[in-house]
């Protein structure tokens, strides 16, 4: 069973003080790593997929990379509107059709 | 710019009801999801459907079924509302196991 488990499950951060959000999976084969951002009340919205351990890609100031066990999204002097809840999700080899499996999130506070 | 649209925001519903929530994409995409999601349970999978006519059980299937009877529109059915189904509801679609899913806004549905 693929399962996904996210860390810390909450974070508060002031501005301007980086850090990094866990995402540890374990999957039969990993075919991709999902990054989404999700707003209070909204569904979630993409970010960031990754494929293959060593992969990293950046957007604005958030950089996802990724390793064969974890993933870890850097976020680098974030601001007030950063503040969000962070999901992953894993799509595995073996899993039925195109379904992700999707881990707790993060919820990240960011005070001004 | 991809759309994924459910027909309510917020929805009350009586417990005993049977309640229809509707989601429609335009993107052409083969593949559609139900999710719930209730705090500290994350996202979890109810149905999916991989074509027209095609449905498989998620993880929590139970008290629910679903109808895809064209492409772009997947149907969440709860044959009788319970208290226990009160929670946010997220549709999905995806176009294949390397792509991002799109999520709609969200239907928080309150059985009461």
């Known amino acids: 069973e693929d399962q996904v488990t996210q860390s810390p499950e909450a974070l508060r951060l002031q501005e301007g003080e980086s850090s990094s959000l866990n995402c540890s999976y374990t999957?039969?084969?990993?075919?991709?790593l999902f990054w989404y951002r999700q707003d209070p009340g909204k569904g979630p919205e993409f970010l960031f997929t990754l494929y293959s351990a060593g992969e990293e890609k950046e957007k604005e100031r958030l950089k996802a990379t990724l390793t064969k066990k974890e993933s870890f999204l850097h976020i680098t002097a974030p601001k007030p509107e950063d503040s969000a809840t962070y999901l992953c999700a894993v799509q595995a080899w073996e899993t039925s059709g195109s379904r992700l499996t999707f881990g707790e999130g993060t919820q990240l506070t960011v005070n001004p | 710019d991809v759309k994924v649209t459910q027909s309510s925001r917020y929805l009350v519903k009586r417990t005993g009801e049977k309640v229809f929530l509707e989601c429609v994409q335009d993107m052409d995409h083969e593949n559609m999801f139900w999710y719930r999601q209730d705090p500290g349970l994350g996202l979890r999978l109810i149905y999916f459907?991989?074509?027209?006519?095609?449905?498989e059980k998620g993880d929590i299937p139970e008290g629910y079924s679903v109808s895809r009877e064209k492409k772009e529109r997947f149907s969440l059915i709860l044959e009788s509302a319970s208290t226990n189904q009160t929670s946010m509801y997220l549709c999905a679609s995806r176009g294949g196991p390397y792509t991002e899913a799109f999520f709609g806004q969200g239907t928080r549905l309150t059985v009461v």
């Open positions: 999957v039969s084969g990993l075919r991709g």
């Open positions: 459907s991989y074509d027209v006519k095609m449905k």
